[in-house]
């Protein structure tokens, strides 16, 4: 039971990501009809009893238990990808191997060797990425390796994707003195990354900031591919890009949403020019998959970059003023719905943190990581696509990148490209001044960047041919020296990336922030807390930071900053650094800190001080850091009298009862003690904490006007504390989840219909009779054209055609043996003959249909002439008189051919055109009697009778036992073969040597059977 549960909501799942919602429909309303009718397989399990046979006799018979998975994971490749078990297997449908050549055959069988390997190594897209795989690695070597990646805006992952999940899933996180603030949605999209990187969270970082340079030159190289059609053109704009300063300023600063936002860049652009309908003609409305793949990706990149969602929302709102102006109002409500779905759907999928930038719009201008204050790059930086920062720096040599832009305004062409590209870098640079002044200007500056390098490729389409059809004048050096400068700035960046290596504040080491021995301390039963400090020798200021275990980990800063500062606790710490002389050890055993830990580069006035603080005992100096132990115990949880949450009336503070915990919950036993004791919990107080003494709950309280507390009684007992995340909280994460997935539905591309088969059905082989046989000029086109005429002329049908007159059809088959006159083609059984041709002996006459237009016939008189066994079968050949032995699965008639997808031969083709300098069919066949030979009349009976009766074969093959087979006397069938003389497609095209596709009337390539008969 619990594996048809699962496995039907896994196919449920599958169906919906292939967009087959009347399946997965199925599957669910199957599972419910077997779930509410229970009593029906309880009374099937009764009725069957006991098995007459031991399961394990009739194992054999069954499928082997990995066929279940495989045929699964066959069929949901095959929704997704839209082709079918036949496509994918070479034996076809039926099973059917071709088994190749044989023989002598085999001889010109030629193997390639590592084919594949070849094909992929010529094409641009997986060497450029090879490339500039290679440039990444030498220039992060110092990057791989033991330890984790930390440093400058980046705090170590957590060792266990789990880790991950409950920083973003939990409704109360465990960060300084705890919270119920909204995790930032980053979190997850990583979790996820590393959910299918099998739980590694560091290989997930290492990829998205290591390998962030060549994939995003990959993707750049992608999603221009409808820009220009020179390959060398987005090859050098993908380099450029992927060596923008930002995108290597990311990786040096550890700026996880730049590196992000850098690979995921030009995919965003390529959907937000089909989503606002740029890449059609205007005509129509863009389509909604479109819409919602871009809406994907502006969730996915909000989620670490929040500065693209007001970029997004000014485009959007530029493209909705720009569709006004150009049709009125007639596809204005299509495009502000799109608009409408495009800014809405961010905002509800990343809720509720998202509706707190929305309150905060600064907060707009932050990144994932830590903050690390104001940027540093000027006016002229942010001009030469520069955000500042390590490895940020950039050349003047990026100047070129803004020259070559602006002489793409000077192009006459494809003018709307050039200055969409124009309005996104402006919206870009503007946001990159506004950034610069509060934080790193990299996210917006890459936005600047892409734009200029788009209006850039596009300008230099075709620049060498306009510049060099105007007269020579400044335009022609001032185009090279921008060529020059264009061309040497990735060089040049890529160069010095590599020789000075990735690395910056980022970097490999330990991700324990503290000592070892206080980290492990920090996991006992007391859950004592580090206060880190930190700050620049020259500032005025220090930074300090509440920390458990071993330290702060990815996300934690994120939180801190939304949970907002604790006054009492800034106060505590002014007083501590400052050297009050008031009571900061007991403070601090109220913060549950047992050890300070000052960090290297801090002021050495504050190593003084914590010196002379009594209570305070320097334990260790390492690393350049200097750590003190408190001189009292302190725990997470401990019991105090009702008095000690403040000052008592005698003076000194009654000593607290310590009791064992966890990061967040408690489950012990607590003495018993006097009354009006208070359970004491050093965090923050929250409506949602609960406490149970023997199952019997406690009454909150708040201590010390900030800290969670409950009322004892007197006795003791078994104490369980926990925190109940709210019912809302719990059901929001999992509506995120389902609308991420839903998004992710409506943005992968739609499902194929298309229904391929070895024969086609009736309807579709009528249809590609009407469509194919009647628009062609060969004879088999004029015959049914003839008849379609003829049935629409006559009411009922005329008498004497062979589909309502027996007696025609027989009369039409002709005698056995007989061979119809030169330059006649006899019908085939159930078709009229043609039009204005004198009937055959004993075919009754019909009324003439309307007569159609003059057409070349493709075989003409010499159709006989040239057929090899024309006289073979006048001469009683007896192959030539047996009909051909059909194989399995086909029809060997013109009708079968015409559904297949055969063309008609085109007029003239045996005429004199295709063999016009042959000198045999110009000379010998004309000048040496052939043509009066054979212009008339039957063959010449009997010039091979005698030899092929000397032969011995029986009599049973004489002339007249078996009618001759039309098919064969000539065209089409007089190779039967056909391995040298392919003949011609109806669009002049010839097959492949050995192929065994053809095209059709259906759209794709298909694989039939008539490969058995090459």
């Excluded at 390492?622 to 003076?651: F, K, M």
């Excluded at 295709?914 to 069919?921: F, I, N, P, R, V």
């Amino acid at each position: 039971m619990l594996r048809l549960l699962f496995g039907t909501l896994l196919r449920t799942l599958a169906y919906l990501v292939g967009k087959v919602p009347g399946q997965a429909l199925d599957e669910v309303a199957g599972l419910f009809g077997v779930l509410l009718r229970p009593g029906r397989i309880l009374a099937a399990r009764k009725r069957r009893g006991r098995p007459a046979t031991e399961p394990s006799e009739l194992r054999p018979l069954f499928p082997p238990p990995g066929a279940t998975v495989r045929a699964t994971v066959e069929q949901v490749a095959s929704n997704i990808g839209g082709r079918s078990e036949p496509e994918l297997s070479s034996g076809g449908r039926h099973g059917a191997v071709e088994s190749g050549p044989g023989g002598d055959d085999a001889d010109f069988l030629e193997i390639e060797q590592f084919a594949r390997l070849k094909r992929i190594a010529r094409k641009p897209g997986p060497m450029l990425f090879l490339v500039l795989l290679v440039v990444s690695l030498v220039a992060c070597r110092d990057l791989l390796g033991a330890g984790a990646l930390a440093g400058g805006a980046l705090l170590p992952a957590p060792a266990h994707v789990s880790e991950l999940w409950s920083s973003y899933v939990d409704g109360w996180h465990p960060v300084g003195t705890g919270g119920t603030q909204s995790a930032p949605p980053y979190l997850a999209a990583l979790a996820s990354l590393a959910t299918v990187f099998l739980g590694s969270t560091g290989f997930t970082l290492t990829l998205l900031l290591v390998c962030s340079v060549p994939l995003a030159g990959f993707t750049a190289y992608f999603a221009s591919r409808p820009l220009v059609e020179s390959r060398l053109l987005r090859a050098w704009g993908s380099v450029a890009y992927a060596f923008l300063p930002a995108a290597t300023g990311a990786l040096a600063g550890g700026r996880l949403g730049t590196a992000v936002l850098a690979v995921l860049l030009p995919l965003m652009a390529r959907a937000a020019a089909a989503a606002t309908g740029f890449t059609g003609n205007g005509t129509r409305l863009p389509s909604w998959r479109a819409t919602w793949a871009y809406a994907l990706l502006l969730t996915f990149t909000m989620a670490f970059t929040p500065v693209v969602w007001p970029m997004a929302l000014l485009l959007g709102a530029g493209v909705l003023v720009l569709r006004h102006r150009q049709s009125g109002t007639e596809q204005l409500m299509g495009y502000g719905l799109r608009f409408l779905s495009l800014v809405v759907t961010p905002l509800v999928v990343l809720a509720p943190w998202s509706l707190e930038l929305v309150t905060d719009p600064a907060r707009f201008l932050k990144e994932a990581g830590l903050d690390r204050g104001a940027g540093s790059a000027s006016a002229l930086d942010l001009l030469a696509l520069s955000p500042g920062g390590p490895n940020g720096g950039g050349t003047l040599l990026l100047l070129g990148f803004v020259l070559a832009a602006l002489a793409a305004l000077m192009r006459r062409e494809r003018q709307t490209v050039v200055r969409a590209a124009w309005a996104v870098a402006l919206t870009g640079f503007l946001f990159a001044a506004l950034t610069s002044g509060s934080g790193w200007a990299g996210p917006a500056t890459l936005v600047y960047g892409l734009a200029l390098l788009t209006a850039a490729v596009v300008g230099a389409e075709d620049a060498r041919e306009r510049v060099a059809a105007q007269s020579f004048g400044w335009r022609q050096p001032v185009a090279l020296l921008i060529a020059v400068a264009t061309v040497a700035a990735p060089l040049y960046a890529a160069v010095t990336w590599m020789t000075g290596g990735a690395d910056g504040p980022v970097g490999r080491r330990d991700p324990s922030q503290v000592p070892a021995f206080v980290a492990a301390e920090s996991a006992t039963e007391d859950q004592a807390r580090t206060l880190v400090l930190g700050g620049d020798s020259s500032a005025a200021r220090a930074d300090y930071a509440l920390v458990r275990g071993s330290g702060a980990r990815l996300g934690d800063g994120e939180l801190a900053a939304a949970g907002g500062s604790d006054t009492r606790l800034d106060g505590v710490v002014a007083n501590l650094i400052a050297g009050s002389g008031a009571d900061q050890t007991r403070q601090l055993g109220g913060y549950a800190v047992r050890y300070v830990y000052v960090q290297k580069g801090a002021p050495p006035e504050m190593e003084r001080v914590l010196n002379a603080t009594p209570g305070l005992t320097q334990l260790s100096r390492e690393h350049g850091g200097v750590l003190w132990r408190v001189d009292q115990r302190v725990s997470r949880v401990s019991i105090v009298p009702a008095e000690s949450s403040g000052r008592p009336a005698g003076g000194a503070a009654a000593k607290p009862v310590h009791v064992a915990s966890g990061p967040v919950e408690a489950h012990t036993t607590v003495p018993d003690g006097t009354a009006g004791r208070v359970l004491r919990i050093a965090d923050r107080s929250a409506p949602d904490w609960q406490a149970t003494l023997d199952g019997k709950p406690l009454k909150p309280t708040t201590v010390d006007g900030w800290a969670q507390g409950f009322e004892l009684p007197a006795s003791g007992g078994r104490l369980d504390l926990t925190y109940d995340t709210p019912i809302t909280h719990t059901a929001w994460v999992w509506a995120q989840g389902l609308l991420a997935v839903v998004l992710l539905v409506l943005a992968l591309p739609g499902r194929r219909r298309n229904v391929d088969d070895d024969l086609p059905d009736a309807e579709g082989a009528a249809a590609a009779v009407t469509a194919e046989d009647l628009a062609g000029d060969g004879r088999r086109a004029r015959r049914l054209r003839a008849a379609a005429e003829a049935q629409a002329a006559q009411d009922g049908g005329a008498k004497g055609r062979p589909e309502t007159d027996p007696a025609a059809a027989d009369a039409m088959a002709g005698q056995p043996g007989e061979i119809p006159p030169p330059g006649r083609i006899p019908p085939q059984p159930g078709e009229p003959p043609m039009p204005g041709e004198p009937p055959m002996p004993g075919e009754p006459p019909l009324r003439p249909a309307a007569e159609p237009a003059a057409m070349g016939d493709p075989y003409g008189d010499n159709a006989m002439a040239n057929a090899p066994y024309g006289d073979q079968t006048a001469a009683g050949d007896p192959y030539a008189a047996v009909p051909h032995q059909q194989q399995y699965g086909q029809q060997w008639n013109a009708q079968t051919y015409a559904d297949a997808g055969y063309g008609q031969y085109p007029a003239g083709q045996y005429q004199g055109e295709q063999y016009a300098g042959d000198q045999h069919q110009g000379e010998q066949y004309q000048g040496e009697g052939y043509a009066g030979q054979y212009s008339g009349g039957q063959y010449p009976a009997g010039a091979y009778q005698g030899g092929y009766q000397d032969t011995g074969y029986p009599a049973g093959y004489q002339e007249g036992q078996y009618p001759a087979d039309p098919s064969y006397a000539g065209g089409q069938y007089a190779d039967p073969y056909g391995y040298d003389q392919q003949q011609p497609y109806a669009d002049g095209g010839y097959p492949q040597q050995g192929d065994t596709t053809y095209g059709g009337a259906d759209p794709e390539d298909r694989r039939d059977g008539s490969d058995q008969q090459r």
